[in-house]
């Protein structure tokens, strides 16, 4: 079933979004913006197969890198989320089925290869500063609302070791006007690799999934140099197996009758065969690591049809920005992030169910919630009613 929900989903991405006119005026030349509120919801539907509790089990398979404000940010994603921070899954098509078909269907009618990476920002915040990209990218909106300010490209189709803003800022005489857009669920986005850009969240949190080509591999240059590795690997061996001394005489010899052999057998359909076979190595590396996370045993965890209640014995009061919880072994003091005060009060020894409880940021509920169970003060049921298991 996920094959065909993905499938038709990216079908219908590409039938809106990548036509003649789409590679014709923008692709590698300009950013495009489609606003689903003018042009209609059919080219992104996959926020209708995003859920929280689909992105809760995403991230507890995958590995999340945490930004908050630009720096990176060392703790769980639940704690981080709260704090501020932004998470930020790469691969996030190995973690859940319907990505994975998406990217596949993709990748096979257009671009090879591609990969998703999902972006969860909390509002008043932003993941990462004013940079450029070596990749082709387009941002599909899943939740709320983003701010962005798209710059010009410095470089044009910019490569790895030309991309901006990763290590150190973009320096301002590089730094152009600023077309600024405000991205909604269902709208689309392409940025084309080289150009500046950067977001950030208001009054609400932001979930959106990165589409990515990596184009920058997509090239003769790149692909003559792997082309000549993998030429070389063979003889490889014989290199390493020689003394200093006699490959300083050796090496230069042995190169020469490989780059001799290459140039002579060197051929436009060779280096495309080439690319062809490790863009299928690559596309079952993809497969085989998507079936690894998604058989990967979890154990039990808040979900939005999960109840919870204290635990007996367990008492508790918030404050303004702090939960105080008395247990039998001492106290307990909980930070409380920015509108969760509510959710902390309303909880009682009554199990009730997780998505009743009063949160505007539903993400937010659950990493409250999941963090005071790790805490040893909430008792955490199943949707059916049968107790999981308890800390004490």
């Known amino acids: 079933m996920a094959g065909g929900v993905g499938a038709a989903i990216a079908k219908a ?5 990548l036509t003649s006119e789409f590679f014709d005026t923008y692709w590698e030349k300009r950013p495009l913006h489609w606003r689903a509120a003018e042009q209609g919801k059919h080219a992104n ?3 209708r197969v995003m859920q929280v509790d689909d992105l809760v089990t995403c991230l507890r398979r995958g590995n999340v890198k945490l ?8 703790d769980n994603f639940a704690v981080g989320y709260l704090d501020g921070a932004s998470l930020i899954l790469n691969q996030a098509e190995r973690n859940h089925p319907v990505l994975l078909d998406f990217c596949k269907t993709v990748a096979q009618s257009h671009f090879h290869h591609v990969f998703a990476v999902l972006y969860l920002t909390p509002p008043n915040s932003h993941a990462v500063r004013l ?3 070596d990749q082709d ?3 599909l909106q899943l939740w709320g609302r983003k701010h962005w300010k798209v710059r010009n490209a410095p470089q044009f189709l910019a490569y790895t070791e030309e991309m901006l803003g990763k290590a150190k800022p973009v320096p301002e005489e590089l730094i152009g006007e600023a077309t600024e857009l405000t991205m909604e669920p269902h709208d689309v986005l392409y940025i084309p690799r080289g150009v500046l850009h950067e977001a950030s969240t208001g009054t609400e949190l932001s979930l959106h999934v990165t589409i990515t080509v990596p184009t920058s591999d997509y090239c003769w240059g790149v692909q003559l140099a792997k082309h000549l590795a993998q030429e070389l690997a063979p003889h490889s061996h014989r ?3 020689k003394s200093m001394a006699s490959l300083k005489h050796s090496a230069v010899d042995e190169v020469e009758k490989v780059m001799q052999a290459w140039i002579a057998n060197l051929s436009l359909d060779s280096v495309a065969q080439g690319f062809e076979a490790r863009m299928k190595r690559t596309n079952e590396g993809q497969a085989h690591g998507a079936i690894q996370a998604q058989n990967l045993p979890l154990p039990p965890a808040v979900t939005e049809a999960s109840r919870v209640r204290l635990l007996p014995g367990v008492t508790g009061h918030c404050g303004s920005s702090v939960a105080h919880f008395i247990r039998d072994d001492g106290q307990i003091e909980v930070p409380l992030a920015e509108g969760t005060a509510q959710l902390v009060q309303s909880l009682t020894t009554r199990p009730q169910t997780v998505r009743d409880l009063p949160c505007g940021d539903p993400f937010a509920r659950i990493c409250v919630l999941q963090a005071l169970h790790q805490l040893g ?10 107790d999981l298991y308890e800390t004490n």
């Open 13 to 17: 991405f590409t039938d809106e979004v």
């Open 45 to 47: 539907q996959v926020p």
């Open 67 to 74: 930004f908050r404000k630009g720096d990176s940010y060392e």
């Open 131 to 133: 940079h450029n990209d």
């Open 137 to 139: 990218v387009f941002l």
């Open 239 to 241: 290199l390493s197996d």
């Open 377 to 386: 003060v909430l008792q955490l049921f199943c949707s059916d009613a049968r």
